[in-house]
Nanobody, 125 residues
């Protein structure tokens, strides 16, 4: 059983920054990767960013490219999402996710194998 625990959400003014962390327990990942999704009120959950364990390749949604950065430490755990130049439209519950296979690009379109419980990010104007 895998557990993903997010931390780092909160309230920030537009233009500010936040860093989310996701720690995985229960198994180590040698393939696939981890990513972040978000869901705003009244909207569907959407892909934000992903990083592949092997090689560390990354992939981002167009809406966050250039502002957000996903990374991992050398031990692959935890995974971070650095969010800069935040906008009110970035307000959402952010979910960490893990997939047992696939590329970072694939995580944008496939259903992850595991989800975290979510952390609220609110950006005020």
């Amino acid at each position: 059983q895998v557990q993903l625990v997010e931390s780092g959400g909160g309230l920030v003014q537009a233009g500010g920054s936040l860093r989310l962390s996701c720690a995985a327990s229960g198994r180590t990942f040698s393939s696939g990767g981890m990513g972040w999704f978000r869901q705003a009120p009244g909207k569907e959950r959407e892909f934000v960013a992903a990083i592949r364990w092997s090689g560390g390749s990354t992939h981002y949604a167009d809406s966050v490219k250039g502002r957000f950065s996903i990374s991992r430490d050398n031990a692959k755990n935890p995974v971070y999402l650095q969010m800069n130049s935040l906008k009110p439209e970035d307000t959402a519950v952010y979910y960490c996710a893990a997939s047992l296979w696939g590329t970072a690009q694939a995580m944008a379109v496939m259903t992850p194998d595991y989800w975290g419980q979510g952390t609220q990010v609110t950006v005020s104007s």
